[in-house]
């Protein structure tokens, strides 16, 4: 029983050490909270917005502007 409260108390002081260690090193996003504002820009008169799709294994392409088909 004494073994295992002493191993116990080490893992709870490496623990709160290593958090404090990590508390310091945190960056603040310089970005605003929220999302960002959605901008469509159109280049060109003849083109067409192409939506966004899921591809191979789950991976999302965006949409974007590109020439009519």
Do not use: E, G, K, N
């Given at each position: 029983m004494p073994?295992?409260?002493g191993r116990r108390l080490?893992?709870?002081a490496v623990s709160v050490g290593s958090a404090a260690a990590l508390a310091g090193c945190y960056v603040v996003p310089?970005?605003?909270p929220g999302p960002p504002p959605a901008v469509l820009v159109r280049p060109a008169p003849a083109a067409c917005w192409h939506p966004g799709w899921w591809g191979r294994w789950g991976r999302w392409h965006p949409g974007h502007w590109g020439a009519c088909r």
């Open positions: 073994h295992t409260l080490r893992l709870a310089a970005a605003p």
